[in-house]
Structures are given as structure tokens and as C-alpha cells.
């Protein structure tokens, strides 16, 4: 169940952030909310496996740009599956595991929706630092084990509230350095 947990509190509680996109013109060199707002959609697009025009490599070289080296992810998560026991968990990863997990989640999960609403945006006055509190909410179709030793498709769904502390790098990317999240995950029974 421990892989399970890392898996579904990467892809349901993942709402990070990144640059402003392939391909832009051009990258400001200091934060303005603007710019966090497009980098929080596009780096919840991508860990939430909805940027298909990316493979694997491409996946890990965007997440070595905006991911600190290190970054601390911290989730508290807590979820319920029918007939078993509410469960919590804390959950901490550094940069390499957490982008492992992400690509191997990006499998796991069918089907996958994720809205994201951002709550608020605090940029330092050097304009070079902020903090981003997001709620992300999900779902999906993930394979469960049935506790006798089968696979059972499950729909699941998600709400996560994470705290961000972002930064502009030497090079003007935003890059993720601290994220701290409260993830409810809930499993139905049945399709």
C-alpha cells in the first residue's frame, strides 16, 4: 500500500508550478502573479498527465528546471476505501523521488480530471520569491488491490491544499523549493 500512497498523493496532490510554457517568447525576470498563474495551470497540466505531446524525457527535463534540488514535498495524506479503515499517512520526497513517482502515477491513473483554483498569491517585495496556496481537486480510475490479492479498478477522487514557497532562479525560472500538502482522497465502489 505504500507504493499505492505515493503514486495517488503525487498525481492528487501535485499542483506545483513551472515556466511559462514551450516555446514562450519570452520569461520575465521577476515574478508577477500573472506568470505564477500560468506556471501553476501548466505544471498541474503536466503532472497531472494531460500534456501528451511530452514523453518521458521531456517530463524529467521540465521538472529538473522547476523543481529545486532541494525541494522537500511534504503530504499529509489521508484516504478511505470502501470496507477498509480510514487511513493517514505522511509522506515526504525529495526532488528524484517525486519526479519518479509522478511519471510512474501518470500510468497508474485512467481517466484523469484535475481542476485547479488558486487561493492566493503572495509575492515578495524583491519580487523574486512567493507563496501559493492552491486547491487541486481530481479523479480518476486507479487499480486498487482488494485486500484478497486482486486488482480492482476503482474511481477515486481527490482534494488537496497545498502551501508553495516558489522562487526565480539565475536564469528566471520559477523554480518549486518547499511544498506542504493536506491530501482527502476517497474511493467509490463500482464504475
Avoid at 8 to 18: G, M, N
Avoid at 122 to 145: C, F, H, Q
Amino acid at each position: 500500500l505504500i507504493t499505492f500512497n505515493v503514486f495517488i498523493a503525487l498525481i492528487l496532490s501535485v499542483t506545483f508550478l513551472s515556466r511559462t510554457g514551450a516555446g514562450s517568447a519570452s520569461i520575465p525576470d521577476r515574478l508577477t502573479e500573472p506568470y505564477v498563474v500560468r506556471f501553476i495551470e501548466e505544471f498541474a497540466a503536466i503532472t497531472g498527465g494531460q500534456r501528451t505531446d511530452m514523453d518521458s524525457y521531456a517530463l524529467a527535463d521540465y521538472f529538473m528546471d522547476h523543481l529545486s534540488k532541494e525541494i522537500r514535498f511534504t503530504t499529509t495524506l489521508r484516504y478511505s476505501i470502501p470496507d477498509q479503515p480510514e487511513e493517514k499517512r505522511t509522506l515526504e520526497m525529495d526532488r528524484a523521488t517525486f519526479i519518479g513517482n509522478v511519471m510512474q502515477g501518470q500510468r497508474t491513473i485512467d481517466k484523469h480530471e484535475t481542476k485547479v483554483r488558486i487561493e492566493y498569491i503572495d509575492i515578495a517585495d524583491d519580487e523574486k520569491s512567493a507563496t501559493v496556496l492552491v486547491t487541486n481537486y481530481e479523479r480518476g480510475l486507479m487499480p486498487v488491490d482488494d485486500g484478497a490479492g486482486n486488482e480492482v479498478i476503482m474511481p477515486v477522487q481527490g482534494t488537496s491544499y497545498c502551501e508553495q514557497k516558489l522562487s526565480l532562479d539565475e536564469n528566471f525560472l520559477i523554480r518549486l523549493d518547499d511544498a506542504i500538502c493536506t491530501t482527502d482522497i476517497v474511493f467509490s465502489e463500482g464504475l
